[in-house]
């Protein structure tokens, strides 16, 4: 009886374990450290996108600091509860998110999880386009080219026909989400207001829950919980072949990534306090806007790096987002799905990949499109279909056949649901605020 031969895929992943079996027998805790991260990173830096940086800047130039840092803070340990998750669910499975739906739940609910992904990544990647065009229009590139270029750094990242070169070089661009970080010291703040707004977490302004204050909550909740970041992550750890014994450092990797990104996104509304202090307008600003404005505050380097890293916010959404959704459609229509294949070998994966970015990239083109109204809803809908989703997960880390002994404790599920509870409940705040403006609660 002749063996089949090992693919590639295979083949680079067992590279890649062998690699982390030297480190950790060697007890080499930073080599092994080096080697796991990734997954947690990347999903992390990732969400902080266009759209969510857009909405943190108009958290700091509308309600300055106070109530919103700690709030967002307390918003990235939501998503790291969520995420912890699916560390769990790939390492023990070896499966992706859509796959272990479409295993358990039936055909129905995979094929409905997977068009419900494609259908709000489409939605967010246009938003992720706005930002790289706004962000391309403050160094007078037009909305042609920075399309463009995005869409090559999509292909340029995927050239490398391997997990673990194409996560390295997204993230070493996510990484750059860090320059909001200069940009909130060169807006010079009150240090003293800052530390007093994570140490006392003032009340709501404007009287509590409003319908604009609302809106920026339910924005900055959708800026750090969504949908694709479950499909994404667990994809790449099933695809980035992380084990059991992984589980602890992928817990690692999480947690640095969403300090990383928790961070930047304080700097960002740090960044665009003056323009509260100061009284200025910013409900019409887009991206481009925010850098102008904020340049006779934070000077023309600030603002130049402000409208980088709209810029890179964009382009490190499009790779991460694309990629989950090419994960979800492998995994529902079990063909090849991995980055450690070529597109000969996974043309599916690939073609999905690029087509879901080059169609979104498209209707920015589109000229009369409302882009305003879709940057507006995205992080909403991101809040609004990620009950749901929650759902699917607490079940899927729950169930004894796939988890083993590895099963969420009381502790876990406890945080698990509240995380559930929460983005309902803000999800109904929001619901209550649309059928009954003028509502304070």
Same mark, same amino acid.
């Given at each position: 009886?002749?063996?089949?031969?090992?693919?590639?895929?295979?083949?680079?992943?067992?590279?890649?374990?062998?690699?982390?079996?030297?480190?950790?027998?060697?007890?080499? #805790?930073?080599?092994?450290? *080096?080697?796991?991260?990734?997954?947690?990173?990347?999903?992390?830096?990732?969400?902080?996108?266009?759209?969510?940086?857009?909405?943190?800047?108009?958290?700091?130039?509308?309600?300055?600091?106070?109530?919103?840092?700690?709030?967002?803070?307390?918003?990235?340990?939501?998503?790291?509860?969520?995420?912890?998750?699916?560390?769990?669910?790939?390492?023990?499975?070896?499966? =992706?998110?859509?796959?272990?739906?479409?295993?358990?739940?039936?055909?129905? *609910?995979?094929?409905?999880?997977?068009?419900?992904?494609?259908?709000?990544?489409?939605?967010?990647?246009?938003?992720?386009?706005?930002?790289?065009?706004?962000?391309?229009?403050?160094?007078?590139?037009?909305?042609?080219?920075?399309?463009?270029?995005?869409?090559?750094?999509?292909?340029?990242?995927?050239?490398?026909?391997?997990? #673990?070169?194409?996560?390295?070089?997204?993230?070493?661009?996510?990484?750059?989400?860090l320059v909001f970080v200069p940009v909130a010291f060169m807006a010079h703040?009150? #240090?003293?207001?800052?530390?007093?707004?994570?140490?006392? *977490?003032?009340?709501?302004?404007?009287?509590?829950?409003?319908?604009?204050?609302?809106?920026?909550?339910?924005?900055?909740?959708?800026?750090?919980?969504?949908? #694709?970041?479950?499909?994404?992550?667990?994809?790449?750890?099933?695809?980035?072949?992380?084990?059991?014994?992984?589980?602890?450092?992928?817990?690692?990797?999480?947690?640095?990534?969403?300090?990383?990104?928790?961070?930047?996104?304080?700097?960002?509304?740090?960044? $665009?306090?003056?323009?509260?202090?100061?009284?200025?307008?910013?409900?019409?600003? =887009?991206?481009?806007?925010?850098?102008?404005?904020?340049?006779?505050?934070?000077?023309?380097?600030?603002?130049?790096?402000?409208?980088?890293?709209?810029?890179?916010?964009?382009?490190?959404?499009?790779?991460?987002?694309?990629?989950?959704?090419?994960?979800?459609?492998?995994?529902?229509?079990?063909?090849?799905?991995?980055?450690?294949?070529?597109?000969?070998?996974?043309?599916?994966?690939?073609?999905?990949?690029?087509?879901?970015?080059?169609?979104?990239?498209?209707?920015?083109?589109?000229?009369?499109?409302?882009?305003? +109204?879709?940057?507006?809803?995205?992080?909403?809908?991101?809040?609004?279909?990620?009950?749901?989703?929650?759902?699917?997960?607490?079940?899927?880390?729950?169930?004894?056949?796939?988890?083993?002994?590895?099963?969420?404790? *009381?502790?876990?599920? $406890?945080?698990?649901?509240?995380?559930?509870? +929460?983005?309902?409940?803000?999800?109904?705040?929001?619901?209550?605020?649309?059928?009954?403006?003028?509502?304070?609660?």
């Amino acid at each position: 009886m002749s063996m089949q031969a090992p693919s590639r895929e295979d083949t680079a992943r067992a590279l890649d374990r062998i690699r982390v079996g030297k480190a950790r027998h060697g007890r080499s #805790w930073l080599r092994l450290l *080096w080697l796991l991260v990734g997954p947690g990173i990347l999903v992390m830096l990732g969400e902080n996108d266009g759209p969510s940086m857009l909405s943190y800047s108009a958290t700091g130039s509308q309600f300055g600091l106070g109530f919103f840092l700690p709030f967002v803070l307390f918003t990235f340990l939501l998503a790291f509860i969520a995420q912890e998750i699916t560390v769990r669910l790939g390492a023990v499975s070896k499966a =992706g998110h859509a796959e272990l739906i479409y295993r358990r739940f039936g055909r129905f *609910w995979g094929n409905f999880a997977m068009i419900d992904l494609l259908f709000t990544n489409v939605l967010t990647l246009i938003t992720e386009f706005v930002a790289v065009v706004a962000g391309a229009s403050y160094f007078g590139i037009s909305k042609y080219i920075a399309v463009l270029v995005a869409l090559i750094v999509v292909v340029l990242a995927l050239s490398s026909r391997r997990y #673990w070169s194409w996560e390295r070089i997204t993230m070493g661009l996510a990484l750059m989400n860090l320059v909001f970080v200069p940009v909130a010291f060169m807006a010079h703040p009150d #240090w003293h207001s800052v530390g007093r707004a994570f140490l006392t *977490w003032s009340p709501l302004p404007n009287g509590g829950f409003n319908q604009n204050t609302i809106m920026i909550l339910l924005s900055d909740i959708g800026a750090t919980i969504t949908p #694709w970041m479950l499909f994404f992550q667990q994809g790449a750890v099933s695809d980035k072949g992380l084990a059991i014994r992984d589980i602890k450092m992928g817990r690692i990797d999480t947690g640095i990534g969403a300090l990383l990104a928790a961070l930047a996104a304080a700097a960002c509304i740090i960044a $665009t306090s003056p323009l509260f202090t100061h009284h200025m307008n910013a409900n019409q600003f =887009g991206a481009a806007q925010f850098a102008q404005a904020l340049a006779p505050y934070v000077g023309r380097m600030g603002a130049t790096l402000f409208a980088v890293g709209i810029l890179e916010a964009g382009l490190v959404a499009i790779v991460a987002i694309s990629t989950s959704s090419a994960y979800a459609f492998g995994e529902v229509t079990q063909k090849a799905h991995s980055l450690n294949r070529s597109f000969r070998e996974a043309k599916g994966f690939y073609t999905v990949l690029f087509i879901v970015a080059a169609i979104s990239g498209g209707v920015v083109l589109i000229p009369g499109f409302p882009l305003e +109204f879709v940057v507006l809803i995205v992080n909403i809908l991101a809040v609004l279909t990620m009950p749901p989703a929650i759902g699917f997960l607490l079940l899927l880390v729950n169930d004894k056949e796939i988890m083993g002994e590895h099963r969420s404790g *009381w502790f876990l599920n $406890t945080m698990g649901i509240s995380v559930g509870a +929460f983005v309902s409940l803000a999800g109904l705040f929001y619901a209550l605020t649309v059928i009954f403006p003028n509502l304070h609660l």
